[in-house]
């Protein structure tokens, strides 16, 4: 079974750009999970789809943070304009239940 | 705070040892998972324990749930180089499909 796939792995931009990332989850997961992960915490919830319908976004800064699960399978996370502070990982999970959640390796991101 | 507080942050032990970390919290709980992330990689599910649960284990891997305390341990038996990384617990409250994680426990095995 194919995990999660992400892309890019590692993005290197200027404060002020934008960015957006790719998730691809796991055949037949109707959950799809999007965290940031500062260097030296744990996972933050950015944003949670069922299916193609947002369930969670309570955390997602949407004045420059915007994600979009099309035809309830990829989902995009888009950062514009980006900060420094931005700087992080991003995880996308997926779940077939809601429980246990199966994660991509991450994009990488530097601002500048 | 949904968040759960791993302690400690960091450990450090000879490979052959074991490793146990604790995760405490303070909400309710549906269930309590613990993952594994290696460096630069995305986290690895390794274990969930129910509410109604007070153990499990899964190889070398030995989760307790005390809901009185509000606390969970995580034991590593006879350490190996290859557990260097860290690990999180993740709650999941009531009504709930998504995990809080906490801010992780730093393992390192020295050989």
């Known amino acids: 079974e194919a995990g999660v796939a992400q892309s890019p792995r590692y993005k290197i931009i200027e404060k002020r750009q934008s960015v957006a990332f790719w998730c691809n989850p796991i055949s037949g997961h109707a959950t799809l999970y999007w965290y940031q992960q500062i260097l030296g915490q744990g996972p933050k919830l950015l944003i949670q789809?069922?299916?193609?319908?947002?369930?969670?976004d309570s955390q997602l800064p949407k004045d420059r943070f915007s994600a979009e699960r099309l035809k309830g399978v990829d989902s995009t996370l888009k950062i514009q304009p980006a900060k420094l502070e931005d700087s992080a990982v991003y995880l996308c999970?997926?779940?077939?239940?809601?429980?246990?959640?199966?994660f991509g390796p991450g994009t990488r991101l530097l601002v500048l | 705070s949904q968040q759960g507080e791993e302690d400690p942050q960091a450990l450090s032990i000879q490979e052959g040892e074991n490793a146990t970390m604790n995760c405490s919290y303070k909400?309710?709980?549906?269930?309590l998972q613990w993952y594994r992330q290696n460096s630069g990689r995305g986290l690895v599910h390794l274990i969930l324990?129910?509410?109604?649960?007070r153990e499990k284990h899964s190889g070398r891997l030995r989760v307790t749930l005390d809901t009185s305390k509000k606390s969970s341990s995580l034991l590593i038996t006879a350490s190996r180089a290859a557990d260097t990384a860290s690990y999180f617990c993740a709650l999941s409250t009531q009504g709930a499909q998504k995990l809080v994680f906490g801010q992780g426990t730093r393992l390192t095995i020295n050989p």
């Open positions: 324990i129910r509410s109604n649960e």
């Open positions: 789809f069922q299916n193609n319908g947002v369930v969670d």
């Open positions: 909400t309710s709980i549906n269930n």
């Open positions: 999970a997926s779940s077939p239940t809601g429980e246990t959640q199966y």
